[in-house]
């Protein structure tokens, strides 16, 4: 019977997640299958992968085969790292427990990549915070510098267009100018003439 390690889709629509599973080939995809191997979950960033690394290599040793995508995944959690030190095992390459070192060596390299990854992550994203914060900031203050323009009081220009209208309105009217500059002339002429008469 072809065994074949893949995966089984679960979840909801746009946010699936996976098991790992080792299955007949000829089995449906999300069908029977003959171990959990595990889980993958792409919705987290980095992804969340749970792995039986020990029954996995076991798998791979009495031949099964992973598709391309369950390929990926063994070799990211160190299983067919594993699998191939085991060869060498079986070989008489090495011992186990030099493969055992080479692999432990491996696999703390390996946890530094990730943990240096989600370092670079967690600060990608404090920076984006720190800048949409001060997108914030510079539009909070022009939203308040405008706030500020509609409530100040009248410009200067409009100031002294009100004090202009303010003293046309105080002044007298024209006419009433003339009429009491011509009246000492009147008054004046009237004097003249009251003279005149006297003297005749």
């Known amino acids: 019977m072809p065994v074949r390690i893949r995966l089984q889709r ?14 007949d ?14 889980i993958y979950n792409p919705n987290t960033n980095p992804a969340t992968i749970e792995l039986d690394v020990d029954q996995s290599v076991e798998w791979l040793n009495n031949g099964a085969q992973p598709s391309e995508t369950a390929r990926r995944i063994l070799s990211y959690k160190g299983v067919m790292m594993k699998h191939h030190l085991l060869g ?6 090495f011992s186990e427990e030099e493969a055992e070192k080479k692999f432990q060596a491996w696999l703390t390299d390996k946890e530094q990549k990730i943990l240096a990854k989600s370092k670079d992550l967690e600060k990608a994203k404090e920076e984006a ?7 914030e900031k510079e539009a909070n203050e022009k ?50 003439e009251a003279a005149e008469s006297e003297e005749e």
């Open 129 to 135: 915070r720190a800048k949409a914060l001060e997108a």
């Open 88 to 93: 060498g095992v079986r070989k008489g390459a």
């Open 25 to 38: 080939a000829r089995a449906k995809r999300d069908g029977r299958f003959l171990q959990k191997l595990g």
């Open 143 to 192: 939203r308040a510098a405008a706030a500020a323009e509609a409530e100040l009081p009248e410009t200067p220009e409009g100031e002294a267009a009100t004090e202009e209208v303010e003293a046309v309105a105080k002044a007298p009217a024209p006419e009433a100018e003339v009429a009491e500059a011509e009246a000492p002339e009147a008054v004046e002429e009237a004097k003249a």
């Open 10 to 23: 679960h979840g909801k629509k746009g946010k699936p997640f996976y098991w790992i599973v080792a299955a």
